[in-house]
């Protein structure tokens, strides 16, 4: 996911090659670079097919990775545990930057009050009522929905198969429906923080954990990447030919296919969420990664902050899709970086410990 907290890594599972225990994961920080390099490039070409084909996988791919960092929790200290850094750290962030951001989308574009009062509210109601530079925020909503929810089942049986069944069966309820019509937020067919993607997001992240908790070098065999990457160009190129196809918009709970719904909302998000995997394994091979593993320690603040510099770009008439691009994902960073480095310097006068939360 988005965040990872280092408490819930299992050291025997992340060893270096001399046998230390490593806290990250180097081609998991790629693949999320390469997730959220997709997310921004997706909003700046908004419509095109090139958005559409990005769409299939640059979100579930984050609720893939999400499951490998879960744990079943036995005891209230735990929960406890799990609650404070997992959920209400990950809140107070949603809350502090959703006011920053809303409150400079009203001066930057000269909004009303009554404009700034309805947009502060809808970080309570969440899911498609945010918009503008919190538009990406309605992920926050569904991520924290979801890994609770399968810390939950996870924590409740040790039956994979069980878990798995419940997870198939909520996607394929949560695909059998465009949009709850019957409930509508703010003129939006939706439920408040779009929970009932979680029908489908579960299954993305118990699969992650399922697939890679505790045993991630599988993916690195050749014999099993190969057929991913195969498998990923055969569908392309079975797209390319007119032969199906696909549309995906979680946010919107929006999905359209040729084919059966849930199958394709099961099945091809993942294959190219593995696909990528795969890519960022190999590119974690090479000498040079044009900082690809630093992007993804921070695609949080990236997620957070990229509409808005987005915005301030075609503000100054900068429509540039490279300059725009890099700006999205760069400056972000460069701010998490800035509040790192002032905020370590706080804890260490005062004595305390920095926690790397972006």
């Known amino acids: 996911m988005i965040k990872e907290e280092h408490k819930y890594l299992m050291a025997k599972h992340f060893k270096t090659n001399s046998g230390e225990s490593n ?3 180097e081609w998991l920080d790629i693949a999320k670079a390469y997730g959220i390099i997709a997310i921004v490039l997706g909003h700046i070409l908004t419509g095109s097919s090139t958005a559409h084909f990005l769409y299939w996988w640059h979100i579930p791919l984050f609720f893939l990775i999400a499951g490998i960092f879960l744990k079943p929790l036995k005891s209230t200290d735990a929960w406890s545990t799990f609650c404070k850094k997992r959920v209400i750290s990950e809140l107070l962030m949603y809350v502090g930057i959703g006011i920053l951001l809303i409150c400079l989308y009203t001066v930057i574009h000269h909004q009303s009050n009554q404009f700034l009062m309805k947009h502060l509210f809808d970080l309570v109601l ?3 009522t945010l918009n503008f530079y919190t538009s990406t925020f309605w992920f926050i909503n569904v991520y924290l929905l979801t890994i609770m929810t399968v810390t939950v089942l996870i924590s409740m049986t040790k039956n994979w ?4 069944l419940i997870t198939i069966a909520g ?3 949560g695909t059998g429906y465009q949009q709850v019509t019957w409930m509508h937020i703010n003129s939006f067919a939706m439920m408040p923080w779009g929970m009932d993607t979680v029908l489908i997001t579960a299954f993305y992240t118990y699969l992650g954990y399922l697939l890679f908790h505790g045993h991630l070098k599988w ?3 050749i014999e099993v990447n190969m057929p991913i990457m195969a498998l990923a160009g055969l569908i392309i190129y079975i797209h390319s030919k007119g032969d199906f196809s696909f549309r995906l918009s979680l946010k919107s709970h929006l999905m359209q296919s040729s084919l059966p ?3 394709a909302v099961a099945v091809i998000p993942v294959i190219f969420s593995l696909a990528i995997m795969v890519c960022a394994y190999f590119t974690s091979k090479i000498p040079i990664k044009f900082g690809l593993p630093i992007i993804g320690r921070h695609t949080l603040a990236i997620m957070y902050g990229h509409k808005l510099f987005l915005d301030l770009c075609l503000l100054i008439g900068m429509r540039s899709l490279p300059v725009r ?3 999205g994902i760069i400056a972000p960073v460069m701010i998490a970086l800035i509040v790192q480095k002032v905020g370590k310097s706080i804890f260490e006068r005062s004595g305390g410990q ?5």
Do not use: P
Not at 354 to 358: E, N, S
């Open 23 to 25: 806290n990250r994961v």
């Open 126 to 128: 969440g899911g498609r």
């Open 161 to 164: 198969l069980i878990i798995l």
């Open 171 to 173: 996607l394929f309820f």
């Open 219 to 221: 993916l690195e065999k």
């Open 261 to 263: 719904i849930g199958l």
């Open 325 to 327: 691009l890099a700006i």
């Open 354 to 358: 920095l926690i790397d939360k972006v």
